[in-house]
Nanobody
Framework: VQLQASGGGLVQAGGSLALSCAAS????????MGWFRQAPGKEREFVAS????????SYAESVKGRFTVSRDNSKNTVYLQMNSLNSEDTAVYYC?????????????????WGQGTLVTVSS
């Protein structure tokens, strides 16, 4: 399984950014997908997850109403649209996959991880 996250960068507070994660080496349409992030000096934390068919999603409280996770199974890609960004969103963002059809926010439940993409929010 290979997961390639992209779309990170520098954005001003209040701005938006869209992340993508292209997956290969798996039957993407059957996998649950997730986004996690790790800020400097902090543990990796859950951001959002989406079920195999996109009908079920889950979000961390800190991003609810601002972030949206989605997927396109025809493109083997999962997305994270991030709006109203603030400095606390600064982190390396990782996408993760698991062969189960649905996974909630438990980091250890996800069996495959990408390399991460850095998001920096300037105030």
């Amino acid at each position: 399984v290979q997961l390639q996250a992209s779309g990170g960068g520098l954005v001003q507070a209040g701005g938006s950014l869209a992340l993508s994660c292209a997956a290969s080496g798996l039957t993407f349409a059957t996998y649950a997908m997730g986004w996690f992030r790790q800020a400097p000096g902090k543990e990796r934390e859950f951001v959002a997850s989406i079920s195999w068919n996109g009908r079920r999603t889950s979000y961390a409280e800190s991003v609810k109403g601002r972030f949206t996770v989605s997927r396109d199974n025809s493109k083997n890609t999962v997305y994270l649209q991030m709006n109203s960004l603030n400095s606390e969103d600064t982190a390396v963002y990782y996408c993760a996959a698991d062969r189960a059809p649905w996974r909630n926010g438990i980091r250890d439940d996800f069996g495959s991880w990408g390399q991460g993409t850095l998001v920096t929010v300037s105030s």
